[in-house]
């Protein structure tokens, strides 16, 4: 298994796709249960939603399943949301809480994935947003993510369509977290929180340093906005997605048309 994969382009925007892949090695499915082995904490279907919205926009994707390793996590282990439901560096539940493994990984085996799929994701991502500051002056990552919008063991309630993390302000530009929260509430019919229930994963939060000119702002969409059912078989809906699409290609074209105007400032 090759663990990302990698388009490189021109523009100043690095799309992250931490949790799109759905490879497991045959060792580490034989451990799962049969609910683990359904893979429902996929963000499916989120590179063919943001295929092609951007020409030129570089891309970053692992290519393995985040039950294998989370690649939006710290790789310490440290919790991102400290006294709150959420799942690991190697999730021992699912999104609702339930067991997915008959055989838990150990720390030995943790520690071996960590240098396997983990390293090699974020060397990839660390290069490619450092060719990019090379070519621009500077940066912006922009981590695409999808949840089902109603999980009660992460949070209450309906979840809002577009979910903006930029762990509060602190990992990018004001004028970029501004740029896309005035294009999601022009959305009509969309609904729009920022660093509400999601702050910004692991990856936001490492690589988003605006004083050295790199941005990085999270994106967790509402998985109900483009799919026809959160549910297996987690089918792409092309009527819903294409009118998705729209406003992230908004988003996208706008963060690419802001970042020259960020040369220089922190």
């Not at 690095?14 to 949790?19: C, D, Q, R, S």
């Not at 400290?82 to 021992?92: F, R, S």
């Not at 991502?125 to 912006?140: M, P, T």
């Not at 792409?236 to 988003?251: C, N």
Request: aromatic content about 8%.
């Amino acid at each position: 298994m090759t663990p990302v994969e990698i388009t490189r382009g021109d523009s100043p925007i690095v799309l992250g796709l931490p949790h799109t892949g759905t490879d497991l090695p045959e060792a580490i499915r034989r451990d799962l249960n049969p609910r683990g082995r359904e893979l429902a904490d996929t963000d499916w279907h989120i590179d063919r939603l943001y295929d092609g919205l951007l020409p030129g926009a570089t891309t970053v994707r692992a290519t393995f399943h985040r039950y294998v390793i989370d690649a939006n996590r710290d790789p310490s282990g440290a919790s991102l949301y400290p006294g709150q439901n959420t799942t690991g560096l190697v999730p021992l539940t699912d999104f609702d809480g339930q067991d997915i493994w008959t055989t838990p990984p150990d720390a030995a085996e943790v520690e071996a994935r960590r240098v396997a799929y983990h390293t090699p994701y974020h060397a990839a991502l660390k290069a490619e947003l450092a060719r990019v500051r090379d070519l621009h002056g500077v940066a912006i990552l922009y981590d695409c993510h999808s949840i089902r919008s109603l999980i009660p063991f992460l949070f209450d309630g309906r979840l809002p369509d577009f979910n903006i993390g930029t762990n509060l302000g602190a990992t990018c530009a004001p004028q970029i977290q501004a740029a896309v929260e005035k294009t999601c509430a022009a959305a009509p019919g969309y609904t729009a929180v920022s660093n509400g229930r999601f702050k910004g994963g692991w990856t936001t939060r490492h690589y988003g340093r605006p004083a050295e000119g790199l941005h990085a702002i999270q994106m967790e969409l509402a998985q109900s906005r483009y799919l026809g059912a959160e549910a297996p078989p987690w089918p792409y809906d092309p009527d819903k997605a294409a009118r998705l699409r729209v406003h992230l290609t908004d988003i996208l074209t706008t963060l690419a048309a802001l970042a020259p105007t960020l040369k220089g400032t922190a």
